[in-house]
């Protein structure tokens, strides 16, 4: 599941569905998400700012056939 804006109240929301879903986290706050992500099982970060219109299509373009382990070496 892309999980868009991930903030302050987003994290409970990666929490609850992190026990059924493997997580994409998206949002501005690299620090944040990968902070998060690290925390729960399959769950990897991408930091995008989403008002950014190239920057978003790229994130979705990664995410469209996500193979985690070359991720994480990006």
Known sequence: AHVVGVGEAGQAVCRQWSDCYKLILIAR???????L???????????CDVA????WGATL????????????DS
């Open 29 to 35: 706050s690299k620090e944040f998400i990968t902070a």
């Open 37 to 47: 992500a690290d925390e729960l099982p399959d769950a990897h970060a991408l930091p």
């Open 52 to 55: 950014d219109r190239h920057a």
């Open 61 to 72: 373009c990664r995410t469209r056939y996500w193979k985690p382990a070359l991720a994480e």
